[in-house]
């Protein structure tokens, strides 16, 4: 008998992190949307999310959950003068979005979310229920455990 361990959390990143892999830099899939960093950090209590937004304006940062899937959004726009030209163009402008599918272990009511020095955290609470507890182990009789 082969027994394994699966995280539905660890999978999401997995998938989500392939996929950004076989796309081109700096675009999401078939979108023309700029890509968010993303790092994720499983911890006893809750799940914390790192995104990259180096100079996004907060006011423009929209972080929702919606039956199960968390999106940030962020808008980054272009500061130019009346004349000044590009001679060199690398840095993506516009609208950001990453969605992230929270599996039914994490609480999206407990959702909350900071942002500084360019980056946004946020915290997604593990449900009591999926926690991990420690069963008590009965002592004495010798008995079958009725099923």
């Known amino acids: 008998m082969l027994l394994t361990t699966i995280d539905p959390f660890v999978q999401e990143v997995e998938r989500q992190f392939d996929r950004l892999t076989r796309n081109a830099i700096g675009r999401s899939e078939g979108t023309g949307q700029g890509v968010m960093p993303l790092d ?7 799940v914390l999310l790192r995104f990259d937004l180096p100079g ?4 423009s940062i929209e972080v929702t959950v919606d039956r199960g899937v968390l999106s940030v959004s962020a808008r980054r726009e272009e500061e130019l003068g009346e004349d ?21 272990h994490l609480d999206g009511d407990g959702v ?11 915290r997604v609470p593990v449900l ?7 069963v008590e182990i009965h002592r004495g009789d010798t008995r079958a455990i009725r099923a």
């Open 40 to 46: 994720g950090i499983r911890r006893k209590d809750d």
């Open 112 to 122: 909350e979310a900071a942002y500084h020095n360019g980056v946004l955290q946020i």
């Open 84 to 104: 000044d030209r590009f001679f060199v163009r690398e840095r993506v402008m516009g609208t950001f979005t990453r969605r992230v599918y929270l599996s039914e």
């Open 56 to 59: 996004i304006d907060p006011d």
């Open 128 to 134: 009591e229920r999926a926690k991990p507890r420690k």
